[in-house]
């Protein structure tokens, strides 16, 4: 009689949720983190579809493959898109973009806060 071990190598994985297509499956990418030397992507159990593109997940091996492919799940959400906020302008981002557009006041504000830390904005190059 013999038994079958889950070829699983990771038990826990962090990293970042880049599609959400399949029905109640995630990809997932772990090259989130700076000590990852290579990426590498996760087919991941979802079973409630709360995960998003962009969120930052954590992930639990399965006992057993699922599918093919499927063989963790999704144990928690450790950031959703938009709830990460830029610490000098205090809005939300996703990534580099801005989630709610800037007003004229906060940049104001913005390069007020750059003056006093001494970081000059320079404007891009223009094509003449």
Known sequence: MSTRQASVHAKWIIGQVIGAK????????????KYYNKRKTYFAHDPL?????G???LLKALPEKRSKHV???LAEIVYKVGQVVDPLTGKRVAGTQYLEPLTESTEVSLMGKLERLNITASSPPTAS
Do not use: G, P, R
């Not at 399949?22 to 983190?33: E, P, R």
């Not at 579809?49 to 593109?53: I, M, S, Y």
């Open 55 to 57: 969120d930052v997940v």
């Open 71 to 73: 063989n963790h799940e």
């Open 49 to 53: 579809e709360q995960c998003t593109v």
């Open 22 to 33: 399949m029905k109640i499956i995630l990809m997932f990418s772990s090259a989130f983190l």
